[in-house]
């Protein structure tokens, strides 16, 4: 096997604290996980805010270690990213994720998306275009079944070659969504110029848009921006029936959350979506 992201997390001081040496053996239990097939993907279904029909899901990825058990994204992507490790990891997270869509278009002509989301280092290495073009074909799956979730930080790194990596995917038939909105500093020329074409408004301002009257006012003026621009408006992080109301009535036009779907293995996925039998 070809060694994984080099020797770069060598400049740790000699007399290293706990935290450190709890961070290199993450990274050497990092490395060892793809080939060891500890990674999994859930799927957390998007519905249609209007008919509750399943437009999507988004693939999360989950690390299942031997002794730590099941670990989140967020206590292993960022290591990963520094370590260079999350370009490999990634392209297994697109692959998998493509292989199962493939297998639902085949079993259910599954109608959905599939979400993948992209980290700010995959997005900056060259050769994400025919990676992308790559797995697709392999899987001979048709690219407008793909999403792929770029955080607005990611897309406004380098707004330039952003707009080229966009396009290149989007003339390619992939849809792009665009992660965490309203938590960077986007201008809104950038945005429209953006080829995108779904929005995700931050769970952050759904959570107490009940109480908060800002939350909603911004809200509605990305939804009334994402309107303009003929974009897909997603929610995320919908946990009562009180947001999903609000949100409804807001615009959105699509919701995410604990409310409607967690994060669940592909067999739970299924369309129709079932109904409590009455
Ligand atoms: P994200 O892309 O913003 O994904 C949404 C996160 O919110 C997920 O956490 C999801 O499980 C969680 N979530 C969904 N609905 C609710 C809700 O109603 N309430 C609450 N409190 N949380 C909700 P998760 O799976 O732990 O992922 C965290 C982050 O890790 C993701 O944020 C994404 O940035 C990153 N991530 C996950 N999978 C991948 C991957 O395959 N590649 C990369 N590069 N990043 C990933
Ligand atoms: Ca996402
Ligand atoms: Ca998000
Ligand atoms: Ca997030």
């Not at 639902?104 to 998306?113: G, Q």
């Not at 909105?181 to 848009?209: M, N, Q």
């Amino acid at each position: 096997a070809k060694s994984l992201g080099g020797d770069r997390y060598c400049f740790f001081e000699p007399s290293m604290n706990a935290n450190a040496q709890q961070q290199m053996q993450l990274l050497r239990d990092l490395r060892l996980a793809l080939e060891r097939r500890e990674f999994l993907l859930l799927y957390q279904p998007k519905f249609d805010a209007l008919t509750m029909a399943l437009t999507g899901v988004e693939a999360l990825l989950r690390w299942q270690h031997p002794e730590r058990g099941m670990v989140p994204p967020d206590q292993f992507i960022p290591a990963a990213e520094k370590a260079g490790l999350i370009v490999p990891i990634g392209e297994w997270v697109l692959d998998e994720a493509c292989r199962q869509m493939a297998l639902w278009r085949n079993a259910v002509e599954a109608d959905w998306t599939v979400a993948v989301n992209l980290s700010a280092v995959q997005f900056a290495h060259s050769g994400l275009t025919q990676l992308v073009a790559a797995t697709l074909a392999r899987h001979a799956l048709e690219p407008r079944y793909l999403v792929l979730e770029v955080t607005e930080s990611t897309a406004m790194r380098d707004v330039d070659s952003s707009m080229t990596i966009l396009r290149q995917l989007t003339e390619m038939g992939v849809h792009i969504s665009i992660d965490d909105f309203g938590t960077g500093y986007s201008s809104l020329l950038y945005l429209k110029r953006f080829p995108a074409s779904e929005l995700k408004i931050d769970r952050g301002f759904v959570r107490d848009l009940a109480r908060d009257t800002e939350d909603a006012a911004i809200i509605s003026a990305i939804v009334a921006l994402g309107r303009t621009l003929n974009l897909n408006i997603v929610a995320e992080g919908v946990e009562t029936s009180v947001q999903q109301e609000f949100l409804t009535r807001l615009g959105c036009t699509s919701l995410q959350g604990y409310l409607l779907g967690r994060p669940v293995g592909p067999d739970l996925i299924t369309e129709p979506v079932p109904q409590l039998t009455s």
